[in-house]
């Protein structure tokens, strides 16, 4: 899923997400509550229709970003206080209302409020915070079931598996969360500064406990290769700002490793960012052309890097689930991988 944190895919148009084949989005439930507000994308007619997307949409609890962009917050039972990180005013979020407020941009999935604990943390302070997590977790699904959508087509909503770098609390979330029942569930907690294969072994951890036939969504991950290796342990769904925030970087991920477009061995290299891609930008651009664009800072750059980078993270997925289908994953996906290491080193999150 590409990011759209506020009602957009940073540096690149609607029409253009679906040139590259997004089938979904990701919005930030934070954001969009502080600006433009819920009620003008409640008047708007919800969400899609305020951005003009017609694809679905997932949107987070809004907790993420609560618990890393404000400081001055304070958790308790009821819920979560937070200070606006543009003015300073005060606001509570609870299981309860960001259940509303999902309601309200009408995303086709929401997802329930959970405390993304931070790493490293003890194993007590990790165990206290899922327990709350699943607390949050079910009072969510009540306010789902007793709540109706308004827009006039159903939503999903997803459970949030928590409990850190410790097995047994994961565990624990994970039977508490299928427990509850939810039509998803997300593995949360991870890509927030531990190694990978410590991430690694936390998806292995819940992927046994989580059901087969519901979606399972790594939130936040991220490499090209986190993804392969994600996918090998079960994961469907991932959302990650990687593509497009590195692009805007002059950060192209390509079949052979990711480059820096800004490298001076690209001023006469008139090939394209990847060849073997078939995005509008490898269709018509070179790396030279590209590496000018940001040299002279032309947003053109910012647009191209996005269309190609959105470009290759879909393909890869496409060819893995064409894979999984042909039960020849194993083998492509090592091929990918030790393909995706081979030029500049895999910039990491
Ligand atoms: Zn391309």
């Not at 292995?204 to 490499?223: F, I, K, N, S």
Request: charged share 20%.
């Amino acid at each position: 899923m590409p990011v759209g944190t506020q009602g957009s895919v940073k540096a690149i148009e609607q029409r253009e997400l679906n040139e590259v084949g997004a089938q979904i989005i990701l919005g930030n439930t934070y954001h969009l509550y502080l600006r433009p507000g819920t009620e003008i994308i409640q008047t708007a007619g919800g969400l899609h229709r305020f951005i003009g997307w017609n694809k679905p949409i997932l949107t987070d609890s809004g907790g993420y970003q609560v618990f890393s962009l404000n400081e001055l917050r304070e958790i308790e039972e009821e819920g979560v206080t937070f200070k606006s990180h543009l003015d300073g005013s005060s606001h509570v979020f609870t299981p309860e209302s960001v259940v509303q407020i999902q309601r309200q941009l009408g995303s086709d999935i929401m997802m329930v409020l959970d405390e993304c604990t931070p790493y490293p943390s003890e194993p007590e302070y990790a165990k206290l915070s899922n327990a709350m997590t699943v607390r949050w977790a079910e009072r969510c699904k009540n306010a789902f079931e007793s709540g109706a959508e308004l827009y006039g087509y159903s939503q999903s909503l997803f459970g949030i598996v928590q409990g850190s770098i410790f097995p047994e609390i994961r565990r624990q979330s994970a039977q508490a969360l299928v427990k509850i029942g939810f039509d998803g569930y997300a593995i949360g907690g991870l890509a927030v500064g531990e190694p990978a294969d410590v991430m690694y072994s936390m998806i292995e951890v819940c992927e046994p406990l989580l059901p087969a036939d519901q979606p399972r969504y790594l939130m936040g991950v991220g490499t090209p290769v986190n993804l392969l290796e994600a996918v090998a342990r079960g994961v469907d769904m991932f959302d990650c700002v990687l593509p497009t925030r590195n692009g805007r970087n002059a950060n192209f991920f390509t079949r052979s490793g990711s480059i820096n477009i800004r490298n001076a061995k690209y001023k006469t290299d008139f090939t394209p960012p990847d060849p073997e891609c078939s995005c509008y930008t490898c269709g018509s651009f070179s790396r030279a052309y590209l590496r000018h664009l940001f040299q002279v800072k032309e947003i053109l750059g910012l647009q191209l890097a996005t269309i190609h980078n959105l470009s290759f993270y879909l393909w890869l997925m496409r060819e893995a689930r064409a894979a999984i289908k042909e039960r020849r994953f194993g083998e492509w996906k090592m091929k990918m991988v030790s393909q995706l290491c081979a030029e500049d080193k895999v910039v990491e999150i």
